[in-house]
């Protein structure tokens, strides 16, 4: 099992980003998906969640609007897009799969499986 995470980099504030989340080894469709991040010196917080199908979607207050998950099950891959960067988006961003085939509960503990993590980084 294996979530392979990409897409990060250096953009300017308002500016944007996709991510991507590559699964293998198993079935994405059977799983609820996670966005995580982690800022140099905070603790790991949750961004966004999305159902097994797609039909569902759940985002923290601080990137509504700004943040959009999608899936697509046929390619094994989740993909978090990021407009309207701002500084205080950077960090280590986390792709996770839930064995809950949706999981917005924010909570990392109740994730099973966890990408390696792409650095976003936004200047002002």
């Known amino acids: 099992v294996q979530l392979q995470a990409s897409g990060g980099g250096l953009v300017q504030a308002g500016g944007s980003l996709r991510l991507s989340c590559l699964a293998s080894g198993f079935t994405l469709s059977s799983y609820g998906m996670g966005w995580f991040r982690q800022a140099p010196g905070k603790e790991r917080e949750f961004v966004s969640a999305i159902s097994w199908s797609g039909g569902s979607s759940f985002y923290t207050d601080s990137v509504k609007g700004r943040f959009t998950i999608a899936r697509d099950n046929a390619k094994n891959t989740v993909y978090l897009q990021m407009n309207s960067l701002k500084p205080e988006d950077t960090a280590v961003y986390y792709c996770?799969?839930?064995?809950?085939?949706?999981?917005?509960?924010?909570?990392?503990?109740?994730?099973?499986?966890w990408g390696q993590g792409t650095l976003v980084t936004v200047s002002s």
């Open positions: 996770a799969a839930s064995k809950s085939r949706f999981n917005p509960s924010g909570l990392a503990r109740t994730y099973n499986y």
